[in-house]
């Protein structure tokens, strides 16, 4: 194969601290069969860098925040397209190739790997997924991922084998993205995000949805092999009051910033937008009251109430009153 066809970058953030996983994931993209022009590695603030070198891996020293980190993925990069990744994503030696020859042939400007198969978990952990966040299995309608009214995501659950489907949002681990269609979205507005506690706010969503909602063309792909070495699932039995109280805060906040506050929307939609939030707010409150009976404690309910109202109070602020509006003004 020619490995000159394309040419493009990689972009990960890290703390440095993936290990052997981070390593693998060095290591396959060496091997690929299509190398990457350059490798950057932003690294978080006060955080060392690895005690090995792989290849041609440059590290730049950046603001800590899984925002802060993914929006300097530009730093640098002078190729047509970027590869944005975390630390521990794993590659078969074509699969680069094989996301641009996908995302070529389809006319796309970004393509993501499956790496989390919502299809593929249990009916029992289909339904918490629902009554907890209000996630809902759908049909084959030739969607892999679509953004709902109430700021959750429904997903495709019988996805044919290997295959490419038109998607609103993607798991932020990896992603073949077109460098402008990239800096086009101005994913440094979305910098306030990263105040909040990591891991509690659906940063992945916001950056995906970004670039389907200002009308770029986004492929999600099953089965390409492509893995995410650290994938795990959420315990709630495992969460503080704060990571609860701060997830229900993300909740509020991904919906308002991201279907309610939109430019265009008018006041039939907002009240649709408004009426669907409220019905996932309270289908969240009954499971947790379930779940805060079962444990003889209240802190999962009280976190979740105390969370969405300080959503509520800071979506009041200066300080996101301010924001740009999420749907760019292409005509500025």
């Known amino acids: 194969m020619n490995n000159q066809k394309f040419e ?109 198969n919502n299809a593929g978990m249990s009916l029992f952990s289909k339904l918490g997924y629902y009554m907890a966040n209000g996630v809902l299995p759908r049909s084959n309608d030739q969607w892999a991922v679509k953004i709902r009214r109430n700021g959750t995501f429904s997903y495709n659950c019988n996805p044919t084998q290997g295959g490419v489907y038109l998607t609103q949002s993607f798991p932020g681990t990896a992603c073949l993205c077109k460098t402008r269609a990239f800096r086009a979205i101005h994913y440094e507005d979305e910098l306030w995000i990263d105040q909040f506690p990591a891991g509690t706010f659906g940063e992945d969503q916001v950056m995906s949805y970004k670039l389907h909602i200002n009308g770029y063309k986004v492929l999600m792909a099953h089965d390409t092999g492509i893995l995410h070495l650290d994938a795990g699932t959420n315990n709630i039995h495992n969460k503080t009051y704060k990571k609860i109280k701060y997830r229900a805060l993300s909740y509020y906040l991904t919906w308002h910033r991201t279907r309610y506050n939109l430019r265009g929307n008018t006041t039939i939609e907002k009240l649709l937008c408004s009426l669907a939030f409220f019905w996932r707010f309270s289908l969240g409150s009954f499971t947790r009251i379930l779940f805060s009976i079962t444990k003889l404690h209240p802190k999962h309910l009280v976190a979740f109430i105390h969370g969405t109202i300080s959503g509520i109070a800071f979506a009041h602020s200066k300080e996101y009153k301010a924001l740009n509006n999420f749907i760019i003004n292409k005509c500025s």
């Open 8 to 116: 493009y970058s990689v972009a990960i953030r890290t703390l440095g601290t993936g290990g052997d996983k981070y390593r693998q994931e060095l290591e396959s993209l060496h091997r690929q069969t299509v190398k990457p022009k350059h490798i950057f590695i932003f690294i978080a603030e006060g955080y060392e860098r690895p005690d090995f070198q792989v290849g041609i891996e440059e590290y730049v020293t950046v603001p800590k925040g899984l925002v802060h980190q993914r929006a300097a993925s530009l730093q640098g990069v002078d190729t047509e397209y970027v590869l944005i990744l975390d630390d521990d994503i794993y590659f078969p030696d074509d699969a680069v190739e094989k996301l641009y020859d996908t995302m070529t042939a389809r006319k796309a400007d970004c393509i993501a790997p499956e790496t989390f």
